[in-house]
């Protein structure tokens, strides 16, 4: 089992930057992919960014290329969502993922572990 937790989320004003992070523990050697996924109040869980530590390669959903950025600190087993220039429709609880695909793999059903959630609120 693989145990995540989120941190980092928060309230800030548009245009702001905010920082997750997400611990993992457990059995971490058997996850080759990590990733961030948000679900805003009413619409459906979405693909944010993801990380794979064999080959070091990313993924990001348009929404959030050029803004946000995913790094992995594989001694720390911690994973990072570094988010710039935020806009009022990135609002939405994160969630961090832990896969033990390759990847990156970019679908929610490649995931095989969750955490509970970090809420980000962006205001005008």
């Known amino acids: 089992q693989v145990q995540l937790v989120e941190s980092g989320g928060g309230l800030v004003q548009a245009e702001a930057s905010l920082r997750l992070s997400c611990a993992a523990s457990?059995?971490?050697?058997?996850?080759?992919?990590m990733g961030w996924f948000r679900q805003a109040p009413g619409k459906e869980r979405e693909f944010v960014a993801a990380?794979?530590?064999?080959?070091?390669?990313?993924a990001y959903a348009d929404s959030v290329k050029g803004r946000f950025t995913i790094s992995r600190d594989n001694a720390k087993n911690t994973l990072f969502l570094q988010m710039n220039s935020l806009k009022l429709e990135d609002t939405a609880v994160y969630y961090c993922?832990?896969?033990?695909?390759?990847?990156?793999?970019?679908?929610?059903?490649?995931?095989?572990?969750w955490g509970q959630g970090t809420r980000v609120t962006v205001s005008s």
């Open positions: 993922a832990a896969s033990p695909k390759i990847g990156p793999p970019v679908r929610a059903d490649e995931y095989k572990y």
């Open positions: 457990g059995r971490t050697s058997s996850i080759f992919a």
């Open positions: 990380h794979t530590r064999v080959v070091s390669s990313t």
